[in-house]
T-cell receptor
């Protein structure tokens, strides 16, 4: 079974631009969670989608948004990029039901904002 | 909110030595997950624990779910150079969908 895939793997943007990252979950997984990882803050939860609905959201500004499609693929968007948005963005998929939320991570998208 | 305290923050060991790291929580967890992350990659799931007292092995790795449900530990036996990386404990945030809370990570360096 193929793992979680994320595209692109690397991205360089300038302040003020916007960016869209993509995540394809493991086949059969309906939940996709997004995290931001930085050296100073560690892994921080952005949001989670299940069956095209956002079920949970972390403490990030509204510039961070996401969506999920009917095939469970998910995208996250960051608008008006700031230098501090430079990070590794990780998505993780899980079944999303049954109470055991074991998550499997993709390789991440490394975003550099200049 | 929930917090996970992971220790030690870093370890420098010789190849062949055993390693032990642990995580404690301020609240009860129903699941404990242990991940390993290598530079530039996403965390890879090593072991998942679902029941208090559970002891699970994966090759040279052994992890236990504490009886109080507020702690877990991970042991690596006979370490090898490819064990190098950052190890994270994590657990789901109660009824909070899709959100894992992570420990700060343990950076493991293995000298040949």
């Amino acid at each position: 079974k193929a793992g979680v895939t994320q595209t692109p793997r690397y991205l360089i943007k300038t302040r003020g631009q916007q960016v869209t990252l993509s995540c394809s979950p493991i086949s059969g997984h309906r939940s996709v969670s997004w995290y931001q990882q930085t050296p100073g803050q560690g892994l921080q939860f952005l949001f989670e989608y299940f069956s095209e609905t956002q079920r949970n959201k972390g403490n990030f500004p509204g510039r961070f948004s996401g969506r999920q499609f009917s095939n469970s693929r998910s995208e996250m968007n960051v608008s008006t990029l700031e230098l501090g948005d430079s990070a590794l963005y990780l998505c993780a998929s899980s079944l999303g039901t049954g109470g055991q939320e074991t998550q499997y991570f993709g390789p991440g998208t490394r975003l550099l904002v200049l | 909110g929930q917090q996970l305290n992971q220790s030690p923050q870093s370890m420098f060991i010789q190849e062949g030595e055993d390693v032990s790291m642990n995580c404690t929580s301020s609240s009860i967890f129903n699941t404990w997950l242990w991940y390993k992350q290598e530079p530039g990659e996403g965390p890879v799931l090593l072991i998942a624990l679902y029941k208090a007292g559970e002891l699970t092995s994966n090759g040279r790795l052994t992890a236990q779910f504490g009886i109080t449900r507020k702690d877990s530990f991970l042991n690596i036996s006979a370490s090898i150079p490819s064990d190098v990386g950052i190890y994270f404990c994590a657990g789901p945030g109660g009824t909070s969908y899709g959100k894992l809370t992570f420990g700060q990570g343990t950076i493991l360096t293995v000298h040949p």
